[in-house]
């Protein structure tokens, strides 16, 4: 019985390396896609944990400058945590188009988490109401 080599039926080398290098790069695909979509939670999540305390921080400031004309009582900065995690914020105001009874407010809260820093930012008018 002789054997021809070419009627060999398992796998060459070439073929065996090139079947590991497309699994190899699918895997690092799949891997990449984990961490991106693990990354953009992570930014959702802490986005929906700051959201009403940045919004409740707005209707504060609106209220403060419509009784009083400033924020004079109201910190302007800070930090607070939330779930073992830490934001910073800032809190500013600026009357619109030379009108002294029309008020920009501005926050701006904003976390550092690796390649995507979590920044929110709202920005709503308030009218200081006289009181006669």
């Known amino acids: 019985m002789i054997s021809r ?3 060999n039926p398992g796998f060459t080398l ?11 790069l699918g ?17 959702y ?12 921080k707005i209707w504060q400031a609106e209220d403060n400058i419509a009784r009083t004309g400033s924020l004079r009582e109201m910190d302007r900065g800070g930090s607070f945590t939330i779930d073992n995690s830490g934001f910073n914020w800032k809190l500013s105001y600026d009357p619109v188009g030379g009108m ?7 926050v701006i809260l904003w976390a550092d988490r690796g390649k995507r820093p ?10 200081y109401k006289e009181m006669e």
Do not use: Q
């Open 5 to 7: 080599i070419g009627n």
């Open 14 to 24: 070439i073929e065996a390396m090139a079947a590991t290098a497309v699994l190899s």
């Open 27 to 43: 895997i690092v695909l799949i891997y990449e896609a984990f961490f991106i979509s693990l990354d953009a939670f992570n930014y």
């Open 45 to 56: 999540d802490d986005y929906m944990k700051t959201v009403s305390w940045v919004d409740n």
């Open 100 to 106: 002294d009874k029309l008020y920009k407010v501005n």
């Open 118 to 127: 979590v920044t929110i930012s709202r920005t709503a008018y308030a009218v």
